[in-house]
Structure formats: C-alpha cells, structure tokens
C-alpha cells in the first residue's frame, strides 16, 4: 500500500516543483521509505559527477557470466556443423518480452545461471534503436521522442542479425548510446551460441522475428514496481531528470504499454509473474531448454573417425616430397629420445620447407623486369590481392615464424580452439583476424591433424563468418592422419591441404600413429611476437 501511494503521488501531482526540487515537501514524505524500491536513492550522492554516457553494450563487458559453479562463457560455441561441414544444428532462441523495467535482463540472467550451458548470447534489443534525424534528436533531448513505439526499432535489421546468429554467423551488434541518442562508431562482434536469449519491450511486435524464437516468455511486473525501477536506472544510468523521466512515462511508456506490449502477453509460451524473482518458473523454462538441447546433441569427432575410413587419399592433398632431408627431419623429430632444444630446432627446419613448398601453390603471373645490367628478365610475381596467415591456437602458432620468414609483411590472425574435457569436441574460445581478408589467400596453420575437427571449425569460421572464399585456403600443418584430411577434404573439396607427412592410423585417444614428438603441443614459446599487427586486427569475438 505504501509503495502504490507514493507512485499514485508521483504520477498525478500537478505540481511542477514536486518533480524539479528534492526538497519539495510533498517529494520528501514520498521518499521516506526504506523498501528496495524506495525512491530516496534514485540520484546518485551529492557532489558525485552525472554519467556522461551509457550505451546499450560496453565494449569492456567480460565475455562471460560468473556463478557459483561454473564460469558461463557469452561468446564461443562448440560444434555448430555434421561431419560433412554442412550446418547440422540451429541455435535455441528465447525470446523474452515485458514492459520497461519489468525486469527482463534479470530472468535472462537468472535462466543463464540455472541452465549451466557454457555458451550462451544475451542479446538486447535496445542495441537496435533506428538512427534518428537531427529533428528526431531535438525531441529526444526534451523528452518529446517516442522511443515505445514499434516504428522506433530496426526490425530489419534485428531480424537479419538473430537469423545469423541463430544459424551459428558472427554477426555485428550496434551499440546505441541512450544520452546522445545516436549508435556509436564502433560496433560489437558476436559469435553463435548454443543458446540465444533475446530480450525487448517490443520483442513480440513482428511477425517475422515470432518466426525465430524457439520459446516465448512474458515477464509481467506491476506498473507501480515498474515506475520505480524505471526512474532508478534513466536517473542514475542514463543521466536524465526526474521531471523528464515522468513526463516521458505518462505520455509514451504507459500507454505503449497498454497498446502494443501488454496485448502480446497471449502470444508467450510462458508468464513469469514477478520477474526474476520466481524461481518455480525459471526452474519449468530451465528443464525445457534442457530437453530441447539434449535433442540437438552432436558428437563430431566420434562422426569423423567411422566416416572415409576406406577411400583413396584426395587430390586436393600435396605432401612434401620424401627426400633423404625430410626423411631425416621426420626421424628425429618423431623419436622419443630427441631433446627439446634439438626438436625445436629440427621442427622449424621442417615447418621452413613446409610453408615455402604451401607457397608454391599461390596464383602467379608472368613478370619482366630490369636487370642492373640493363638487360630484361621473365619471371614470375604474386597474382593476389593479399596474403594472411591464420594459426589455430595453440600448437599452430609454432608456424608462425616459418611463414614471416618467407613472406615479408604477412598479416597473422590467431583462432583458439580447445577439446572439452567432458564431451571431447572442439569449442571455439577465441578468434582475432585482421580486417577484409575476404579476397585474400588464407594459410590456415595447425601443427597436427588428427580427426580434423578443429580444422574444420576454423576452415568454417572463416567461409561463414569472414566470407573467404573456399578456394582461397590451404591447411598446412606438419604432420596429419588420414582421418583428418578425409574429413577436410569430404567437408570442404576446395580447400588445398598440404602437410609433410600422412600418418595411417589414430589411437583410442585420438592420437596420431605412429605419431610426433608432444613438444610440438606443448613448447609453443618460440612462436612470433602475438599482435604485431594489432592495428590491422579485428576485435576479438568478446
């Protein structure tokens, strides 16, 4: 009762001071309260500075969510792909919907924390407010903008961005900044997830977003709890005025609400009453997702090792001729009684004459040039627009000198893909490319190959998410089994493969046999410098 009278108050006093002046009478008996939601801590301490900005994503923001049992990660994702690299599974999207400050973000966080699925997105959408014309701003700034309204989103963009992600693209979020009312330069890169979960006031609002979301649930909150949470964060987060946050409230927030929110209530899977709060419900949202995940489960690697086991080798392999050289490098780099200092030294030899004979499958053309003697020569030249090296993290990065000592100014991106210990796929943590490598010949370094699995989710990272063209990349790796590179081969037939040796079979582990010395795993020290090319880099997935 006494928190529904101070709204009542707040909203129809007709008084202008009561909403300009803290110590307006009427204001101070209102804010005596000490509930959570009281109203007395609204402002933020006297003499502290006013929030200059706040924006929809931070570009500081972990890529993860720590609980009490597990860290969650919210960039990432495991195997999105069959063994024949064609897309297999779809990520499950919930969407959640619920008027301002219903408390949504919470139940999106309280569902990530009890689904304990380690690759989650949390997407917003207050990230896709459209741009708005200088007179749009002008009205934004007096409060006059009406930002609860359909036509004051992008949907266009927004349903293009979560039918990306939802299909395991990489896409790019807007980062909309809510003081100057415009999007930032800058925007977000976000990578698939098992698990999308979309929240917005008008999340229910089009047709073809419904389309995409595998759940619907409906966060219903009271108004008066409503207000107050409301006045909370644009006062203190988005540096706005008591004044202007009631007015806006009482001519565009309620009644959108009443028109084009609440009514979407009977489109949702499920009503969760009091918000984050109510644990009997998140518990029911929590076993379905569950189910439906179990649903979707793929074993890649257990995939590929019953798949090609019995056809010819393909011709989109080249390996390193077998000169007494190689011979000799091979044999001491696989015997158990090799030194570290001696395997390193010997590994690099070979990786040399990997990476220059990867080179000579690059496109060249005929080229004359001037002798200083003055006399013409015909040779041959780099048909090509660029040259990136891209080494899979960690055992790949071991490549990288060999390839900056052949090819001058070579830009290097890195991908990290680890096994999970629980199921054993491979899980992409992290990726850095340089920008617009689209046109460029990408050689994909990886020390080892066993069942290809992480070559196959690096060779898909790149096709799908930065559009470079199959035909334009090698994999070049020392050592490889004839189970990796059927698996590369079947999935991807344009992609050039190119190793130093074919071993026959692999372990009950997984292993390569008869194998390679384990330093090459291991003692990655010797690698190049990380980011020398930090400022032609992409941001990382987080």
Same mark, same amino acid.
């Given at each position: 009762m006494y928190k529904m009278y101070v709204l009542q108050h707040l909203t129809r006093c007709q008084t202008p001071r009561c909403v300009q002046a803290l110590t307006c009478p009427c204001f101070a008996v209102c804010c005596s309260g000490s509930g959570e939601d009281s109203l007395d801590r609204l402002l933020p301490p006297s003499g502290a500075p006013r929030r200059k900005s706040a924006t929809s994503l931070s570009k500081t923001e972990p890529p993860l969510l720590r609980t009490g049992t597990r860290t969650i990660y919210t960039a990432g994702r495991p195997p999105w792909y069959d063994e024949h690299?064609?897309?297999?599974?779809?990520?499950?999207?919930?969407?959640?919907?619920?008027?301002?400050?219903?408390?949504?973000?919470?139940?999106?966080?309280?569902?990530?924390?009890?689904?304990?699925?380690?690759? $989650?997105?949390?997407?917003?959408?207050?990230?896709?407010?459209?741009?708005?014309?200088?007179?749009?701003?002008?009205?934004?700034?007096?409060?006059? &903008?009406?930002?609860?309204?359909?036509?004051?989103?992008? +949907?266009?963009?927004?349903?293009?961005?979560?039918?990306?992600?939802?299909?395991?693209?990489?896409?790019?979020?807007?980062? &909309?900044?809510?003081?100057?009312?415009?999007?930032q330069k800058d925007w977000k890169n976000v990578y698939g997830a098992s698990v999308i979960i979309f929240e917005g006031i008008?999340?229910?609002?089009?047709?073809?977003?419904?389309?995409?979301?595998?759940?619907?649930?409906?966060?219903?909150?009271?108004?008066?709890?409503?207000?107050? !949470?409301?006045?909370?964060?644009?006062?203190?987060?988005?540096?706005?005025?008591?004044?202007?946050?009631?007015?806006?409230?009482?001519?565009?927030?309620?009644?959108?609400?009443?028109?084009?929110?609440?009514?979407?209530m009977r489109l949702a899977d499920i009503v969760v009453p009091r918000g984050g709060g109510n644990m009997v419900a998140i518990d029911l949202i929590v076993q379905h997702v569950h189910s439906q995940l179990e649903e979707r489960e793929l074993s890649v690697r257990a995939l590929l090792a019953s798949a090609q086991q019995t056809q010819p080798l393909p011709q989109t392999l080249s390996v390193l001729e077998s000169t007494p050289q190689v011979r000799g490098l091979h044999t001491i780099i696989r015997s158990k009684e090799t030194s570290r200092d001696e395997f390193i030294f010997y590994s690099k030899r070979l990786m040399r004459l990997l990476i220059e004979h990867a080179l000579t +499958?690059?496109?060249?053309?005929?080229?004359?040039?001037?002798?200083?003697?003055?006399?013409?020569?015909?040779?041959?030249?780099?048909?090509? !627009?660029?040259?990136?090296?891209?080494?899979?993290?960690?055992?790949?990065?071991?490549?990288?000198?060999?390839?900056?000592?052949?090819?001058?100014?070579? !830009?290097?991106?890195?991908?990290?893909?680890?096994?999970?210990?629980?199921?054993?796929e491979p899980e992409l943590h992290y990726l850095r490319l340089p920008k617009d490598i689209s046109e460029d010949h990408v050689i994909l370094m990886d020390s080892t190959v066993s069942t290809g699995a992480a070559a196959m989710m690096a060779v898909r990272v790149l096709l799908q998410d930065h559009?470079?063209?199959?035909?334009?990349?090698?994999?070049?790796?020392?050592?490889?089994?004839?189970?990796? $590179?059927h698996s590369v081969a079947y999935a991807f037939p344009k992609v050039k493969i190119i190793t130093t040796a074919v071993d026959k079979s692999l372990d009950d582990n997984l292993h390569v046999i008869p194998g390679i010395g384990k330093q090459i795993n291991t003692h990655t020290h010797y690698g190049s410098d990380s980011w020398s090319d930090e400022e032609d880099q992409e941001q990382p997935s987080y």
């Open positions: 690299g064609a897309q297999s599974k779809e990520a499950f999207v919930i969407g959640l919907c619920g008027g301002s400050a219903s408390g949504k973000t919470t139940v999106a966080n309280k569902i990530i924390e009890a689904l304990d699925v380690p690759w $989650v997105v949390l997407l917003s959408m207050d990230s896709f407010y459209k741009v708005l014309s200088p007179e749009e701003q002008a009205l934004a700034a007096s409060n006059d &903008y009406n930002f609860d309204h359909p036509g004051a989103f992008d +949907f266009e963009l927004l349903v293009a961005t979560l039918r990306k992600l939802k299909q395991g693209k990489s896409v790019k979020i807007p980062v &909309y900044d809510f003081t100057t009312h415009r999007r008008m999340s229910f609002a089009d047709k073809e977003l419904l389309q995409l979301l595998d759940m619907k649930i409906f966060v219903d909150t009271d108004s008066d709890i409503r207000l107050v !949470r409301r006045l909370r964060r644009d006062i203190t987060e988005r540096g706005r005025d008591i004044e202007g946050v009631i007015k806006q409230y009482n001519k565009f927030v309620k009644p959108a609400f009443e028109q084009y929110i609440e009514p979407t +499958f690059l496109p060249s053309q005929s080229c004359v040039v001037q002798t200083p003697q003055g006399h013409e020569y015909e040779g041959r030249s780099y048909n090509g !627009r660029g040259i990136t090296g891209v080494s899979i993290l960690r055992a790949g990065e071991t490549m990288e000198p060999a390839l900056r000592a052949v090819c001058k100014d070579v !830009r290097i991106g890195k991908i990290l893909i680890q096994t999970n210990l629980d199921s054993g559009e470079v063209q199959e035909d334009k990349i090698m994999l070049v790796s020392l050592l490889m089994a004839e189970l990796g $590179v």
